[in-house]
């Protein structure tokens, strides 16, 4: 199963962005680039996810390399309510079982 | 927005006891799956499972079970709760076809004395 590598940790000053990186070199293409979030005391939340092109939504972007072994998650203004761990992920497209390996993820620490 | 709701926030068990988690989501997803995370070890897949009655094992299996009568409710259940069954429990659902989006609990911390 594919694996994906994230930094320990990254830090931030509040309204600066925040560019998270992830390296996912053995991606096949069937897998989609997930980001999740998880704030103390909850389970993860759904952030992001892509295929092949650049995403945004209303809470980041994704921007994904040609070659799809990394990608980076960009938060444009970090806030302190940012701060959390965020978890990379590829979730292979599939009707029936399958696996999903979630790392260490990255903490991002938020200054203000 | 779907809910997935877990049947309890704490939880205090004593070694050898049967412990029963509950797991409901409400938006009609095909698969459930419960986690458990541990300190530096991420999130761990324990099982899973696809329709109702149906349950793959996942990552870490041992010592666990599953249980999906009804398509909205998984369980899951430790047969003989031991002290390195101590951790954070995560359910998780999503829809069965697609970019599969995980949608999680808030999670039980269970503790095994």
């Known amino acids: 199963d594919a694996k994906t590598t994230q930094p320990n940790s990254m830090e931030s000053n509040e309204e600066e962005p925040v560019h998270l990186p992830c390296n996912h070199s053995?991606?096949?293409?069937?897998?989609?680039i997930h980001w999740y979030r998880q704030l103390p005391s909850q389970g993860p939340e759904y952030v992001i996810h892509g295929l092949t092109s650049n995403v945004n939504n209303r809470m980041a972007s994704l921007a994904i390399a040609e070659d799809r072994k990394s990608s980076t998650l960009i938060l444009h203004r970090a806030t302190l309510r940012d701060a959390a761990v965020y978890y990379c992920?590829?979730?292979?497209?599939?009707?029936?079982?399958?696996?999903?390996?979630f790392g260490a993820g990255t903490r991002l620490f938020v200054k203000a | 927005d779907v809910k997935v709701t877990q049947s309890s926030r704490y939880l205090v068990k004593r070694t050898g006891e049967k412990v029963f988690l509950e797991c409901v989501q409400d938006m009609d997803h095909e698969n459930m799956f419960w986690y458990r995370q541990d300190p530096g070890l991420g999130l761990r897949l324990i099982y899973f499972?696809?329709?109702?009655?149906?349950?793959e094992k996942g990552d870490i299996p041992e010592g666990y079970s599953v249980s999906r009568e009804k398509k909205e409710r998984f369980s899951l259940i430790l047969e003989s709760a031991s002290t390195n069954q101590t951790s954070m429990y995560l359910c998780?659902?999503?829809?069965?076809?697609?970019?599969?989006?995980?949608?999680f609990g808030s999670g039980t911390r269970l503790t095994v004395v």
């Open positions: 053995t991606i096949s293409g069937t897998d989609y």
């Open positions: 992920i590829l979730i292979k497209r599939n009707t029936g079982g399958f696996k999903t390996i």
């Open positions: 998780a659902s999503s829809l069965g076809q697609g970019t599969l989006s995980y949608t």
């Open positions: 499972s696809y329709d109702v009655k149906m349950k």
